[in-house]
């Protein structure tokens, strides 16, 4: 059983920063690629950054140069830097493997709230 534990979320300004971390507990081994996805209110959850086992990172246009995805894989823990974060950004952030069916489940994810 595996369990994803989302934390670092809260309210922060326009421009300001935020770092998420994503503790993965269970029968995890063997995932190669993790991601940080998003779900904005009332739309479907998106992946904003993925990262492989050797930290080479990809990230949506959005958030290119802002974001930074991270791992330390012997801490099976996952980080997103948010930084210059904007309104667009809010949203609930969650981690999980890319594609997210190999995991297979979801935690409950941090709230973050831009304000402008």
């Known amino acids: 059983q595996v369990q994803l534990v989302e934390s670092g979320g809260g309210l922060v300004q326009t421009g300001g920063s935020l770092r998420l971390s994503c503790a993965v507990s269970?029968?995890?081994?063997?995932?190669?690629?993790m991601g940080w996805y998003r779900q904005r209110s009332g739309k479907g959850r998106e992946l904003v950054a993925a990262?492989?086992?050797?930290?080479?990172?990809k990230y949506i246009d959005s958030v290119k140069g802002r974001f930074t995805i991270s791992r330390e894989n012997g801490k099976n823990t996952i980080y997103l830097q948010m930084n210059s974060v904007v309104p667009e950004d809010t949203a609930v952030y969650f981690c999980?493997?890319?594609?997210?069916?190999?995991?297979?489940?979801w935690g409950q994810g941090t709230q973050v709230t831009v304000s402008s």
């Open positions: 999980n493997s890319v594609p997210p069916q190999i995991l297979g489940s």
């Open positions: 269970g029968s995890s081994s063997g995932v190669a690629d």
């Open positions: 990262v492989t086992s050797s930290n080479n990172a």
